[in-house]
């Protein structure tokens, strides 16, 4: 490991957990199926962390994962300092210096773990690329339980596959924040035109239409649509709409025309066009297909 400065206080937090994984164990893990793509070495959760710092000018040869859930505190990664609150997740990756402390006036309680393995730059690539390399979570009680459910299953026993289990948790982790970040809030304009779309499968609804619906211009729901989906309201729509049909061919007998005037579809020759687009056959082929 990284050579670090102590702490600003030499004895732990009160009620804190610490899990720390030998670094033989860390070794022949690291060559095992599993544990290879993503590995935990250590990981915690400080309380009320008051001076509380860390600074290591060479970095660690993990990737760092810090999830404030009260209190604030600061991360200097690189020499860019960002202030971290409530919700924020901070990612720092390998051999890069760095330096974060709580604050003296309102010390942060954090959950944190170091990752290392072949999969993590794909993981943390989108939370590295985000502004000051922290990511800003909706919710946090999820992301938390999981850090929980983590530190539980490594402060048991440390055997190969305690290891794999909290690889798997540490991957479910990531990708919960990821998508935590990305999915819009309770009651935002993005989220309330996506139930608008939800709750009218079998319209035809304008961008125009839904923007002025929520509040926005018809550019800036469009922008935050693809941020969020990877593609405007409009594909957006479609896509419900064919999870409609697609439940309607598998689980009724309704004649394709049916099915496509429930989504929307005047034109059933219109709606098989498209459906076969999408999914590569036709309605009928669909539904003849063995499922399960």
Same mark, same amino acid.
């Given at each position: 490991m990284a050579e670090a400065t102590p702490h600003y206080r030499k004895e732990g937090f009160r009620n804190q957990r610490l899990c720390v994984v030998p670094r033989p164990q860390v070794d022949a893990a690291s060559g095992r199926a599993g544990t290879r793509q993503l590995l935990v070495t250590d990981a915690g959760y400080f309380? @009320? /962390?008051?001076?509380?710092?860390r600074r290591r000018k060479n970095g660690t040869a993990e990737t760092i994962v810090l999830l404030c859930v009260s209190?604030?505190?600061?991360?200097t990664i690189d020499g860019r300092t960002t202030l971290v609150t409530p919700g924020t997740c901070a990612v720092i990756p390998p051999f890069t210096p760095h330096d974060y402390s709580a604050s003296e006036d309102d010390p942060w309680t954090i959950w944190w773990?170091?990752?290392?393995?072949?999969?993590?730059?794909d993981l943390v690539?989108?939370? &590295? /690329? =985000?502004?000051?390399?922290? @990511?800003?979570?909706? @919710?946090?009680d999820r992301v938390a339980a999981l850090f929980d459910e983590l530190v539980t299953t490594l402060e048991g026993r440390l055997s190969p596959i305690h &290891?794999?289990?909290?690889?798997?948790?540490a991957w479910n982790l990531l990708t919960r924040i990821t998508v935590d970040s990305v999915l819009p809030a309770s009651g935002s304009p993005l989220e309330r035109a996506m139930r608008y779309l939800e709750s009218r499968v079998e319209s035809t609804i304008p961008v125009p239409e839904l923007a002025a619906i929520v509040g926005l211009s018809p550019s800036h729901l469009s922008a935050l649509f693809r941020e969020a989906t990877g593609g405007g309201p409009g594909a957006f729509h479609t =896509?419900?709409?064919?999870?409609? #049909?697609?439940? &309607? &061919?598998?689980? @009724?007998?309704?004649?394709?025309?049916?099915? #496509? /005037? =429930?989504?929307g579809y005047s034109d059933p020759l219109y709606f098989s066009r498209h459906f076969r687009r999408i999914h590569g056959v036709n309605p009928s082929t669909y539904r003849a297909?063995?499922?399960g």
């Open positions: 309380p @009320t /962390a008051d001076r509380h710092r209190g604030s505190g600061e991360v773990m170091h990752i290392r393995g072949a999969d993590v730059p690539g989108g939370m &590295l /690329a =985000a502004e000051g390399s922290l @990511t800003r979570l909706r @919710t946090i &290891l794999l289990a909290a690889s798997g948790i =896509a419900l709409k064919m999870g409609r #049909a697609r439940t &309607l &061919l598998d689980t @009724t007998s309704l004649p394709v025309a049916d099915v #496509a /005037a =429930a989504v297909q063995h499922k």
